[in-house]
Structure formats: C-alpha cells, structure tokens
C-alpha cells in the first residue's frame, strides 16, 4: 500500500513539474528566472504555486495597452521637447542619447536652475512642506509607501489645507505599499477637494491581476510645475529622526527646480492618466521658463511596460564608461549577470568600485542573496561596505566625474524590469563630487566587508545565503 502511494506520488510531482515547465517556458522569461521558478515549483509544489501568483506573471496585455494611451494622451499635452544638450563630454553625450532612445519619450537633457540633495527624511519632508506652502496653482504627488502614521497625517493635513485654499492635490499611490491609509485616512484631504486614487488595484480573482509585480515604486513631489522631488524617501516616521531618533532610516531624496521638473510632471500624469483615465491639462502644468539653468539633468522613467528598460540600460552604460571610480549605494543590491559584469570590468579598466549595502536589511530575504554575491565580488576586486548605523535605504550611483543618479531604483531585477521607477541622471562634475562626498561619508559609518567575513558566517549561514540566490532572478 505504501509503495502504491509513493508511485502515485511521484507520478504526481512528475506530471507537476511537467505542467510547470511548459507553464513556466511560455512566459519566455530568461534562462535564468525560468531555472528558478522551476527549482521554486517543483521542490515547493503548494507553496511554489502560491509565490508564483503573488510574484510570477510578468506580462503587462491590457495593462500594457493602458500605458501606451496614457504616454500617448501625455506627450500630446507637453510642450514639446528641445533637443537634448550638446555641450556634455561624448561620454555623457552618448549615454543621454541612449536615455532618450529607450525611454522611447520625452526625456531629453534640461537645464535645471537648482539641484538640491537631502540626506534624510527629516529635511526631506521640512522641503516638501514648504514647496507644498508656496503652491499657487496645484500639488502633484506619487508615492510607493504612504503610512497613516505621524509624518503620514502631518502632511495629509498640509495637503488637506491647501486643497481648501483652493489648490488643486492630487495623490496617486501603489495600491500594495499605499495601502495602510485607506480611503478613511483620506477623509480630509477628500472632504477639502483634493483627490487620490490607487495604482494599479488588486482584484482577486483566479486570474486577478498581478499583486507583488507592477508597482509604482516610485517617490514624486511636483509643485506648480517648477519644482520637484524625487528619490528614496517614502512618507513613514521610519525615515524620519523626528519619530524614529537614530534608528531613522539613512536615505537620499532630491529637489529640483527649473524646465527639468517637466520630466517628472510627465510621469506623474501618465501614472495618474493609467489610474483614472483623464489627465490634468493645460499650461499651468507646464510652465515656462525664461532661462536655463546650471545643471543638465535628465529625467529617466522606467517599468515593466518599456522593453529597453532604460533605467537598467542607464546603469550598466554608465558603469561600463568608467574610468576611475564607480560608488554604487543599494539597499537591495541583488545583481543580474550583466551588472556584475559591467562592475568587474571597470575594476580591470582601473577604476575604484565600491558598493555600500545595508548591515542589516529591512528585507531578510534579499540581505541573504545580496551576501551571496559577496565572493565573486571580492574575486573581481569590487569593495563592499556595510553600512550599520541604521537601515540604509538611498539609491544613488556616482561615475568618475562624468553621472550622478539618484531616484527610486534598486539595484536588482525587480527594479529594473518589474516596478515603475524613475530616476535623475545630472552629467554635471560638481553634483558628482557633491555625491561622491556623500558616499564617502557614509563609509564612516560602513564596515568592509572581506573573505574573512564571509568565513566568519559559517557553513549553513553560507549555505543559506546560496539558497537565496537561486531565487534573486525572482526578487
């Protein structure tokens, strides 16, 4: 009786794993995401399932089509876009153009008046505040995470206040990360005219859309049309000090003021076109300027709907031209084969690559598959910091004096190719130096890392660590 089980059981998995891979094979993900899911499928049959509807399906179909009538109905109502800037070194040149080419949008070079770096959430928000202030005509903002917390409330309230002064708020948030401030935690905001709604919402069905894939990762403040925010900090007292004292996250944001902040206001509006079907309209949005400014900044947008994936192309381009140095900041840092590869190879051109990565990360799952990179790293003389003041979350990568990016995007293939991300690319010497100094300001509160601490965590730790990397095409 027990062998008839074990061979009907075995047969099972069988036809299971057979299932699988022609399931798997159909999505024609790469070779190596479709290894792990099939690893994931066949040694976790229920559990393999479940993971696979929440993180699996990475076809856009309808949603896809969505997007295209939000860039299409966006563009149309942006002035047009000048010609990108054509006194950068080729270097810088080349990259931009490239931007330009994948974004597949507007994304050319602005000259922007101001570029103004904010180390944390505490002056982060004291920014956003007053830009939300001195708002004339409307307030724009998209965010992944919105916690109806402390600094959650204060600045609905700011917004709520405003609305009422008759200022035109919009707020679109991910439908997942935005979740905790329901449609009650609005109330005010709502009550004074201002408007939210959610991106891309769950429906749970059989074939509901997809949960974890899909998200708007991305942080926006547009004021006016003139000025603008972006990078890593969500509004949650933990990146605060105000709330969270020492253990507030370490994280970098950007304000923005000048013909840049278009770039921004253009992906604001399509997000906002995806989720409601309308865009605001009319030249308030986008206002002009009398002059340009100082630093030529590119605004890159990126997601699961533009094949190029420009944000990815943005990196690696950048990596593989450096020469004499390479700071890469991630809190999730788990990297495809050609990052890697664009990383070892600057180190044999002569350039100073260092990553700095969280201690401890706020995702244990992704810490693990980050350390087991950790050799083949050190093989190709890459140094790796860890940072362990607090839970590092900035996003930032500076190349020899040639790029300095700071945005939404991590370092891993959900960034890349799954989540709506956006970034600022600023091909100016002086906002390199500004981040380069940042970085190696941070190392003060960083520990190499070395072989001899990857000794240190011992056989199963190590083996652990080597089990989440079979799933980092997956994370």
Known sequence: MLENWWAWASLAEALWVI???????????????????????????????IFYYVFGPRKLTRKKQRRDDAQRKVAAMAPTVGPAAQDLPWVAQGISEMCERAVGGPSAIRRSADVEAYLGGRETYAA??????????HIHMEYYIW???????????QLAARAADGIEVRVLLDAIGGNNADKKFW????????????????????????????????KIVVVDGRVGFTGGVNISDVQTTEFSGDAAWRDTHVRIEGPAVHGLQLVFCEGWYDARQSAPEGRNYFPSWDKEGAHAVQVVASGPDKLQKPIRKLFISAISSARERVFLTSPYFVPDEALLVALSTAVLRGADVRVLVPKK???????????????????AG???????ASMLHAKTLVVDNLVAIVGTANADARSF???????????????????????LSDLHSATEASPATVANYGRVRRFGHNVCRLFSPLL
Do not use: M
């Open 147 to 157: 916690e109806a917390d402390g600094i959650g409330t204060r600045i609905r309230d």
């Open 417 to 439: 190719k799954l989540h709506f991300e956006v970034v600022l690319a600023t091909y100016e010497p002086q906002a390199c130096e500004r981040l380069a100094e940042v970085f």
């Open 187 to 218: 109330k005010p905001l709502l009550d004074a005219g201002g408007e939210v709604c959610w991106f891309n919402p769950i429906r749970l069905s059989i074939l509901g859309r997809q949960i974890a894939n899909f998200r708007t990762h991305r």
């Open 361 to 379: 990360n706020d995702v244990p799952l992704v810490g693990a598959a980050c350390r087991s990179y950790y050799p083949d790293l050190f093989a």
């Open 382 to 388: 890459i140094r790796v910091f860890e940072y362990d």
């Open 128 to 137: 956003i505040a007053g830009a939300v202030a001195s708002a004339q005509h």
């Open 19 to 49: 299932g699988a891979a022609v399931w798997i094979v159909g999505e024609r993900r790469s070779p190596n995401a479709t290894l792990a899911w099939l690893f994931a499928l066949a040694l976790f049959p229920v559990l393999g399932i």
